[in-house]
C-alpha cells in the first residue's frame, strides 16, 4: 500500500498558492500601469493643456472660455523615436518668411494656439518636440528649423496620438478643405487641409522640409514653395512604429 505525505502535500499547496498570489499581483501592477498610461496621464495633460491655453488668452487680452479644452475625440464620440515626431536632418531652415509670421519663441515655450473644428482640438503649440518639456503635458510641438505661423515655408508640428492628452489621435479623420486655424498674439492664421500620408517612416524628414516631399515615397508631397502645415504623429495606433502626416496651406491671416 502506498503510503500518503501529508507534509509534502501541504507544501506543495502552499508553493501553488503563493505562486498564484505573484501572478495576481503581478496582474494587478501590470493593470495599474495600463490605467495609468491610458487613463491618467490623459487626464493629466489635458488638465495642463486646457490652463495653458486659459493663459496664453488671457496674456492676450482674451480670457478663456470655461469650456475650452483638448478633447481625444470628435465631439459625440467617446473616447518616441516614440515622440510621434519625424527626423529632422533633411528639414532645411525656411527661408524668406514673410513679415506677417510669428517670431520664433524660446526653447519650450507655449506661444500659439491650434484649433481643428472637425476633431474639436484646441491645444497650446510649444517651440520643440521634446517629450518631457512639451508632447507629454498634452501640447502640440513645433519641429526647430521649420517656419513659424505665416511664414513662407513649412509650418511643421509633432503631437501625441496615444496617452499625455493625445492632441493628434484623429488627424487621420482630416480631410481636405478642412480648417486648421493657429492663434498667436497678434494674428490669427488660416490653413486648409490638401493632402494626408496615410503611413512613412520615422526618419522621412523630407515631410518635414521648407518644401514638403516624402523621401520615401516621392509621391506625396509638393514641388513648389509655399506656406504649409504639417502635422506628424505615430501610427498605428499605440505603436511608434509609423508615422502619419497630413499637409495644408495657408490660407489667410487676420490681425488680432
Known amino acids: 500500500m502506498v503510503q500518503r505525505n501529508p507534509r509534502g502535500r501541504r507544501l506543495a499547496a502552499r508553493g501553488l498558492w503563493s505562486g498564484a498570489e505573484v501572478v495576481v499581483t503581478l496582474g494587478v501592477v501590470l493593470l495599474l500601469l495600463v490605467v495609468h498610461q491610458l487613463w491618467w496621464t ?4 489635458r488638465a495642463d493643456a486646457r490652463h495653458k491655453v486659459q493663459s496664453l488668452e488671457r496674456e492676450w487680452g482674451r480670457p478663456g472660455s470655461e469650456d475650452a479644452g483638448v478633447p481625444s475625440a470628435p465631439p459625440g464620440e467617446g473616447a518616441d523615436t516614440d515622440t510621434d515626431a519625424v527626423g529632422e536632418g533633411g528639414g532645411a ?23 481643428i473644428p472637425r476633431l474639436g482640438l484646441t491645444a497650446p503649440v510649444a517651440q520643440g518636440i521634446s517629450k518631457s518639456g512639451v508632447l507629454d503635458k498634452g501640447y502640440v510641438g513645433h519641429y526647430p528649423r521649420t517656419a513659424q505661423p ?3 515655408g513649412n509650418f511643421a508640428l509633432a503631437g501625441h496620438r496615444n496617452t499625455h492628452g493625445e492632441p ?17 498674439r497678434e494674428r490669427v492664421y488660416t490653413y486648409v487641409v490638401d493632402k494626408t500620408l496615410a503611413q512613412t517612416a520615422a526618419r522621412d524628414s523630407g515631410v518635414i522640409a521648407a518644401v514638403p516631399r516624402s523621401n520615401l515615397k516621392p509621391a506625396f508631397g509638393y514641388s513648389e514653395p509655399g506656406s504649409y502645415v504639417t502635422l506628424t504623429t505615430c501610427t498605428p495606433e499605440f505603436t511608434s512604429r509609423y508615422r502619419l502626416v497630413v499637409w495644408g496651406k495657408l490660407a489667410g491671416v487676420q490681425e488680432r
Open 42 to 45: 490623459n487626464r493629466q495633460a
Open 93 to 115: 531652415p525656411a527661408g524668406g518668411a514673410r513679415a506677417a509670421a510669428a517670431a520664433a519663441p524660446r526653447w519650450d515655450q507655449a506661444y500659439a494656439v491650434i484649433r
Open 150 to 152: 505665416g511664414g513662407a
Open 168 to 184: 493628434f489621435r484623429y488627424i487621420n479623420r482630416l480631410r481636405r478643405g478642412d480648417r486648421i486655424t493657429v492663434e498667436t
